[in-house]
């Protein structure tokens, strides 16, 4: 696998009480703050910027966290953007688009 960055999009729907849903969620998006990676917070989803092994371990942290938050089930979906010719940013995609 190559090790240049890519683009994950990482959308965690905790099973929990509508009212608890967005204290779990932010847990996950403290944990992908605290990695160091870039990364963009959407409405739907959480896109991060970097190697690959480094992403794939954030997204089990985040999993972990929303665990140990309360929540007794988790649906995970991840999108992935990889270039075997070189590395994948995030402003490539939306960089025209920020003011």
């Known amino acids: 696998m190559h090790q240049h960055n890519i683009n994950l999009a990482l ?3 905790p099973q929990v009480p509508s009212d608890q849903v967005y204290a ?3 847990e996950a998006i403290a944990v992908i703050q605290q990695s160091g990676v870039k990364y ?3 409405p739907f989803e959480t896109v991060m910027e970097g190697p690959y092994d480094q992403l794939m371990d ?3 942290r985040t999993q972990e966290v929303c665990f140990k938050a309360g929540a007794g089930q988790l649906l995970v979906y991840i999108k992935i953007q990889n270039n075997s010719a070189g590395p994948v940013t995030i402003e490539d995609k939306t960089g025209k ?3």
């Open 11 to 13: 959308q965690i729907l």
């Open 24 to 26: 779990i969620v932010d």
């Open 40 to 42: 963009r917070v959407c």
């Open 58 to 60: 954030i997204v089990k």
């Open 97 to 99: 688009y920020d003011g």
